[in-house]
C-alpha cells in the first residue's frame, strides 16, 4: 500500500528559498514520527544502514555537529565526522579536492559547515551523493530553520498570522535568514528587531521581504509576540563599531522578564544557542517557562533524521 | 479493465469474525492476545478484531499500530518521501501478538514488521493474521489466519477498502494494472 506522497524528490538541502509549505509540512510530520524513535526502548531504525555520512565542518560547531552525528546513527548510518584540523585544507587542497576524496572514500551524504556562502552549491555540483548545508557564511542554516519551524509548530501549531519576532544580528545572521523563508513561506507574520546598524538598509528589506516589519525597539515589538526569538551576539560585532556597549546592547535589545511579560500570555522563548546570557537574553528567561532552548536542542536531532530520510528515499531511482 | 469485486463488506465481516473465532480458539482465549495493525489498512483491521474479540470473550485486547517505512529494504528506490505513521505498541514481552495486515503480497511488509517488533520487545510468540493472501511470495512468510485466498497475477493488484480510511463501504477489488 503506498502511502501518500508529496513533491518530487529532493536531492540537497542548501536553502529553503525554493520550499514550498506542502512540502515544509511533510518534513514536520515526518519530525514528529522521528521524535518518537528517540523515545524508544531501541533509539535506532535500519533506514539508512550501510551508508556513509560525513560531518565536514571547516568552521566550529559543537551543537551542529553532533546534532547531524546522533540523527545519522538513530538511522544507522556509518558517520565520519571532519573538522578543519583533519581536512588536508591547511596543505592547499581546495574544497573541490577534499569533495573528490570524500566521495573516493564512498560518502553518501555530505553534511558541510563552511564559512563562505554558496559554497554547498560548489560541492554539490561535484558530488554524486547529496548535500546537506550545516551553515554557510551569511547565507543560510536550514536545518537550524527547520528545528525552529518545527518547535513552534509543536508549542503553537498553525504558523499562519502568528508573530514571530527576531532580535539582534539580522544582518550578518544565517540563522535568520533561513527563518525568514520558512516562516513567511508558512505565513508567519516576522517582525526583525535589533539597531539599525544590525538590521541592514531599508531599502534591501521593501525589495526582498516586503512582508517583513523592521522595529528598533524590542519593548515595542515584543507586545503580543507569540514568539520571541534571540540570536547571538558575535563579538566581533563590537569590535567592528557596529554597537554602542554590550550594556547598553543589553538594556535595549536583550531578552527579559518585562518584555517577555508583555508578549502573549503562551509565548515561546527561542535561542539557536550557544548563548552570551546576561546580554541577548537574561539567565532567568533562558531556563523559564516560556523557554523552549531544551526542547530545540531535542528537536534538532528529529528534524536532521527527518531531512536523511526525506533525501533517502528514491535517491536510487534516478 | 474494470476493477472486479472480490468481498463486498458483509464477506468481509464474516472473514474477520471467523479471524476472531480463529485467534481465539489457537490461544486458548484471549488473556495473552495483543493485535498490532500495520499501517495503515492493517491499523481498523486490528481494531475491529479486538471488538469482536471483546464481544464473545469479554476481554479487552490491547491493540497497537506499527508503520514500517524505517524498516523497508526498498526505501532507496522509492520516492518521494513518503508520509510516516505512528507506532504506538503495548507492552510486548510474555504476549502473544498477532500481527494485523490486509493483503499479504511478498512478504517484505511482514519482514519488516518482524525486525521492527524485535527492537521493541521479545514477544512469547508472533502470528499473523491477514485478510487477503494474494500469493507471490518472494520470503519464507506465511499467515496464520488468512480471510480469503485469491489467486492473482503479478500485474493485478489487490485493493482494500475500509470504511475508517477510505471513506466508501467496505471492499476488496481486483484491479488489472497495465
Not at chain 1, 528545528?147 to 508549542?155: A, C, G, I, K, Q
Not at chain 1, 544582518?171 to 517582525?191: D, E, I, P, Y
Not at chain 1, 546570557?277 to 526542547?295: C, F, K, L, N, R
Request: aromatic share 4%; glycine share 8%; charged share 25%.
Amino acid at each position: 500500500m503506498s502511502s501518500p506522497t508529496t513533491t518530487p524528490r529532493r536531492r540537497h538541502v542548501l536553502d529553503l528559498d525554493d520550499w514550498s509549505a506542502d512540502e515544509l509540512r511533510s518534513l514536520l510530520t515526518i519530525a514528529t514520527q522521528m521524535k518518537d524513535i528517540l523515545e524508544r526502548p531501541v533509539k535506532q531504525v535500519p533506514t539508512l544502514r550501510g551508508k556513509i555520512v560525513v560531518n565536514m565542518f571547516w568552521e566550529d560547531s559543537t551543537r551542529t555537529r553532533s546534532s547531524f552525528e546522533l540523527a545519522a546513527k538513530a538511522l544507522s548510518a556509518n558517520v565520519l565526522s571532519l573538522g578543519a584540523k583533519d581536512t588536508s585544507v591547511k596543505k592547499g587542497e581546495s574544497l573541490v579536492d577534499t569533495v573528490r576524496t570524500v566521495q573516493a572514500l564512498g560518502a553518501d551524504y555530505i553534511v558541510m559547515r563552511h564559512g563562505q556562502s554558496g559554497s554547498p552549491y560548489l560541492v554539490a555540483q561535484h558530488f554524486r551523493g547529496s548535500v546537506i548545508n550545516g551553515g554557510d557564511g551569511r547565507h543560510a542554516h536550514p536545518s537550524q530553520a527547520l528545528l525552529d519551524l518545527f518547535t513552534m509548530h509543536e508549542r503553537l501549531g498553525e504558523l499562519a498570522d502568528k508573530k514571530v519576532v527576531i532580535v539582534g544580528d539580522i544582518l550578518h545572521s544565517r540563522v535568520a535568514r533561513s527563518n525568514l523563508w520558512a516562516l513567511t513561506t508558512m505565513g508567519a507574520k516576522v517582525v526583525v528587531c535589533g539597531p539599525p546598524t544590525l538590521i541592514g538598509p531599508a531599502k534591501y528589506w521593501q525589495s526582498t521581504w516586503p512582508n517583513v516589519e523592521i522595529s528598533h525597539s524590542l519593548d515595542h515589538a515584543a507586545e503580543g509576540a507569540d514568539v520571541l526569538m534571540a540570536l547571538r551576539l558575535q563579538h566581533e560585532r563590537m569590535e567592528g563599531g557596529l554597537l554602542p556597549s554590550l550594556r547598553e546592547y543589553s538594556r535595549r535589545f536583550g531578552l527579559n522578564a518585562t518584555r517577555v511579560a508583555s508578549a502573549n500570555s503562551n509565548v515561546i522563548v527561542m535561542h539557536p544557542g550557544p548563548m552570551n546570557e546576561g546580554v541577548e537574553i537574561m539567565p532567568d528567561v533562558a531556563t523559564g517557562p516560556h523557554s523552549v532552548i531544551e526542547t530545540q536542542i531535542t528537536n534538532g536531532v528529529a528534524m536532521r533524521m527527518a531531512l536523511f530520510y526525506y533525501l533517502a528515499t528514491g535517491s536510487e531511482q534516478v | 479493465m474494470t476493477p472486479k469485486q472480490l468481498m463486498n463488506d458483509e464477506e468481509i465481516r464474516r472473514a474477520l469474525k471467523r479471524i476472531a473465532h480463529e485467534i481465539v480458539e489457537r490461544n486458548a482465549g484471549a488473556s495473552l492476545v495483543s493485535l498490532v495493525g500495520i499501517h495503515r489498512r492493517g491499523v481498523p483491521l486490528a481494531r475491529r478484531l479486538a471488538a469482536m474479540i471483546a464481544e464473545t470473550e469479554h476481554v479487552q485486547v490491547p491493540v497497537g499500530e506499527l508503520d514500517i517505512g524505517l524498516y523497508r529494504d526498498d526505501l532507496h528506490s522509492r520516492g518521494p518521501a513518503p508520509i510516516l505513521g505512528r507506532t504506538i505498541l503495548p507492552e510486548l514481552g510474555k504476549r502473544i501478538v498477532v500481527l494485523v495486515d490486509d493483503v499479504l503480497y511478498t512478504g517484505r511488509t511482514i519482514r519488516a514488521a518482524l525486525n521492527e517488533l524485535s527492537d521493541w520487545g521479545r514477544p512469547s510468540a508472533i502470528q499473523l493474521a491477514v485478510l487477503v493472501d494474494r500469493g507471490h511470495r518472494e520470503l519464507p512468510i506465511r499467515a496464520d489466519f488468512v480471510g480469503k485466498n485469491i489467486p492473482t497475477a503479478k500485474n493485478e493488484r489487490v485493493d482494500v477498502q475500509l470504511s475508517e480510511i477510505d471513506q466508501a463501504q467496505d471492499s476488496v477489488v481486483i484491479v488489472q494494472e497495465d
